[in-house]
Nanobody
Framework: QVRLVESGGGLVQDGGSLRLSCEAS????????MGWYRQGSGKQRELVAT???????TYVDSVKGRFTISRDNAKNTVYLQMNNLKPEDTAVYYC??????????????WGQGTQVTVSS
């Protein structure tokens, strides 16, 4: 069974930084795209950043220049370095991974979410 576990969320002041991590574990055969999404209170879940297997990133416009996504394929882990955080970044952050597991075809998996709160 595949699991994605996030860590690194918390409370930070406006302009502060946090680093989120998400490790995938289980009978994983091969990882493909990995990414981070977020959902603020009363809002729809939105894409924040993604990275291909070779590390090519994409970002939503609102975080460009402030957030950096990276991954360690040997550890099946994706990271999100968040700098210059703003109150509007407050949300639950979810990681997402496309992968194949032993005896299972290509599927998308989600973590349980980690809360990020930015105080003004």
């Amino acid at each position: 069974q595949v699991r994605l576990v996030e860590s690194g969320g918390g409370l930070v002041q406006d302009g502060g930084s946090l680093r989120l991590s998400c490790e995938a574990s289980g009978n994983i055969f091969k990882m493909y795209d990995m990414g981070w999404y977020r959902q603020g209170s009363g809002k729809q879940r939105e894409l924040v950043a993604t990275t291909t297997r070779d590390g090519t990133p994409t970002y939503v416009d609102s975080v460009k220049g402030r957030f950096t996504i990276s991954r360690d394929n040997a550890k099946n882990t994706v990271y999100l370095q968040m700098n210059n955080l703003k109150p509007e970044d407050t949300a639950v952050y979810y990681c997402n991974a496309e992968l194949t597991a032993v005896s299972v075809g290509l599927r998308t998996y989600w973590g349980q979410g980690t809360q990020v709160t930015v105080s003004s």
